[in-house]
């Protein structure tokens, strides 16, 4: 009887601890994120445009673990160079919390997709300036 409440009492916790785990993996993809985001205006400052590939970034982070780093595309039919999206995909099947993704764009918006995403609410909207 003492073992069935303490699995019942047990599993209750589980939930909320979920929760947090996956909000600090998304947390992990955030900085991530804002580490390029700083690079990518560093970037331009030099260079009077943004990078087209990651690998020329001085980056300060290493991509997140749980996430597929995407590349750097153009935003909205502009030209390379002129802006930028980059887009990590959370690896499926990780998580109940998964598949989903996180992007963000050199005005430093972060938009999160995906099916079951209310934990990660809360996380910031907007890094850079």
Sequence with gaps: VA???VTVAA???VPPWLRAREHATADEAIRYLTDVHEAQEKYRASNGFYAE???VLDLSYLPPTYFSVGRLDPVDGRQRGESWSLTLSRYSGQTVFSPYSITCTQDGFLRIQGKKTGPLVGLRPKIGR
């Design 3 to 5: 073992l069935v409440l």
């Design 11 to 13: 599993s209750l916790n």
């Design 53 to 55: 590939s990651i690998e």
